[in-house]
């Protein structure tokens, strides 16, 4: 689990008493708190059973009622596609959307599928700011949730390696997926981005509460068993029944 928390003060301004402001909220007399977002990316560079990994996208579709599969229509498919080339992704909880990665190498005996992890993009909004602003045109890694890319030494940066020094995305993901590089069976970097559209209200003032977004990466396949089923009891095992007859008893205490 990756775990991204937003605290601490929020960037004001004066304002006017008595007047409002639709870029932002006034959250104590004379102070004006602005609307704005936080864009978190997550590097994670798999390597699943080895260094050849595969990228691809699991969703759950319905099926319409028919008398040869679905008689019933209670029935849903699953839906997997491999990203063969690097691209961008979104989040779509309305067909639950997981981005797996899987070594197509390493088969898990019980299943008979291919050794993996897993993740659920988190649907937050994407980057607001129009498409020739600056803040738009240095940070394209925010207009989508996921990236697929291959692997290349001193790649390390969404937004790329100077993004506060320049007005332009250079090197970040955005040129990655650019190269259309094959990212099927090879080493693969996968990012995960996600965010909090933070409009204050006058609980934010004058430290905002914690807000908290969490990524969890699952193991899909990768294990024979439940890993936990050999986790020891929580159980003090030196403690022992106190009975009647004992001296430690309400009873025996009366003796």
């Not at 102070?31 to 990316?41: G, T």
């Not at 995305?169 to 997926?177: H, K, L, M, T, Y």
Request: charged share 20%; proline share 7%; with cysteine.
């Amino acid at each position: 689990m990756v775990e991204a928390r937003a605290t601490g003060i929020v960037s004001v301004v004066s304002i006017d008493a008595g007047k409002k402001s639709q870029y932002g909220n006034v959250v104590s007399p004379g102070v004006l708190a602005q609307n704005h977002q936080h864009i978190f990316a997550i590097r994670i560079d798999p390597a699943i059973d080895g260094a050849d990994n595969t990228v691809l996208t699991e969703e759950s579709h319905p099926v319409p009622t028919s008398a040869h599969r679905n008689p019933k229509g209670n029935f849903y498919e699953v839906v997997q596609t491999e990203i063969q080339k690097s691209q961008w992704l979104d989040a779509a909880p309305q067909h639950n959307r997981v981005i797996k990665m899987i070594n197509p190498n390493k088969i898990n005996p019980v299943s008979g599928h291919p050794v993996g992890y897993k993740f659920t993009p988190m649907p937050t909004q994407v980057l607001l700011a129009q498409p020739d602003s600056i803040q738009s045109r240095r940070a394209q890694f925010a207009k989508h949730h996921v990236w697929v890319t291959k692997y290349k030494d001193g790649e390390l940066y969404a937004g790329g390696r100077y993004t506060l020094q320049s007005q332009d995305e250079i090197g970040g993901v955005s040129d990655a997926v650019k190269r259309r590089d094959d990212v099927k069976n090879t080493d693969v970097v996968v990012w995960s981005c996600f965010g909090l559209t933070h409009n204050p209200r006058v609980e934010d003032w004058p430290v905002m509460p914690v807000d908290i977004m969490q990524l969890h990466l699952k193991p899909v396949d990768f294990f024979t068993e439940n890993p936990g089923l050999d986790v020891p009891s929580n159980r003090n095992l030196t403690s022992t029944l106190v009975k009647e007859s004992s001296c430690c008893s309400k009873e025996g205490s009366r003796l």
